[in-house]
């Protein structure tokens, strides 16, 4: 049998989707959550000093609590993260998928092509927050070796 039809291929992108599915659930049911995850400052985070908590608890110097208040900025970020989770969650779907019941060029194109989002994703991350593109790009070289082996560089 041929290195690009081993089941174990099949197994890293059955997990792979799982993986992706799991990040487009929490984007979509905890886009707070999603945004503090990947780096991303939430657009209705404010600082409140520590003399507004508790009035009987000596104040604490230097010490700032963030808060998240409503506004059109955090809801328009909410709301990109919850598209970001839907793609992310269609995308491990697809996976999940053609890893099963797909063909071998589909699954091999959707491994393809989950490596190229984990690759945009860290520009886009690098762009707006100036870093932490690696926790996408972690994802790049695995995709890429399991795309390739599944491409038949290794037949």
């Not at 992706?20 to 707070?32: F, Q, S």
């Not at 945004?35 to 104040?59: E, I, K, N, R, Y």
């Not at 989950?114 to 690098?126: E, I, P, Q, R």
């Not at 707006?128 to 994802?139: D, L, R, V």
Request: overall charge neutral.
């Amino acid at each position: 049998m041929p290195t690009s039809r081993s089941p174990y291929l099949y197994y890293i992108a059955r997990a792979s989707g799982l993986f992706a599915a799991g990040l487009g659930i929490n984007a979509l049911l905890n886009p707070r959550g999603a945004l503090a995850m990947w780096g991303f400052p939430h657009p209705g985070a404010v600082a409140s000093s520590t003399d507004d908590l508790d009035s009987q608890q000596p104040p604490l110097t230097n010490v700032e609590i963030t808060k998240i208040i409503d506004t059109p900025e955090g809801r328009l970020a909410e709301s990109l993260m919850m598209l970001y989770g839907s793609r992310t969650l269609a995308l491990g779907a697809g996976l999940l998928s053609t890893s099963f019941w797909g063909s071998h060029r589909a699954c091999t194109a959707l491994v393809w092509s989950a490596t190229f989002v984990a690759l945009m994703d860290g520009f886009v991350s690098k762009r707006q927050i100036g870093g932490g593109e690696w926790n996408h790009w972690g994802f790049v070289p695995f995709g890429a070796i399991v795309a390739s082996l599944m491409s038949g560089i290794a037949d």
